[in-house]
């Protein structure tokens, strides 16, 4: 894993996610992404995708270089950047072996699911998020 980030994830590449060029389809990406902060949630921070009250509110993804199906996986890599009083930024390299694949960020917002404002994130989030980095 590099210094950069504190998380690895893999996930397999299905052929749903080939599209007619024959390479993964470019919105897939932000798909493999969403997996990685799930994944990242249930084993950094303990919960599950129902406990997971975010909303994305920003997604940035640089492509650097095609995934096929042949690739069979990808790796994400993620490491907090910024923890706000109700956001996470996060940053990401998606890697298939040692190639780069592309890099990426993301912000996502605590909300309260009655109101869909924002709100704090919970303090044991944070405390798992800080030792990870």
Known sequence: MADDFEYETELQVRF??????GHVN??????????????YYADVIGVGLDDIDTVLVN???????????????????????????SSVTVAYELRVGDRVAAT????????????GGSRPLPEAWVERMETRR
């Open 16 to 21: 749903r996610d080939i599209d007619a060029m």
């Open 104 to 115: 990426a960020e993301t912000t996502q917002v605590y909300v309260d699911p009655e109101d």
């Open 59 to 85: 997604l940035q993804i640089d492509y650097r270089h095609e995934i096929t199906l042949d690739d069979e996986t990808v790796t994400v890599a993620m490491g907090v950047r910024d923890i706000g009083e």
């Open 26 to 39: 470019n919105a897939v990406y932000a798909t493999y992404l969403e997996q990685a902060r799930v994944d």
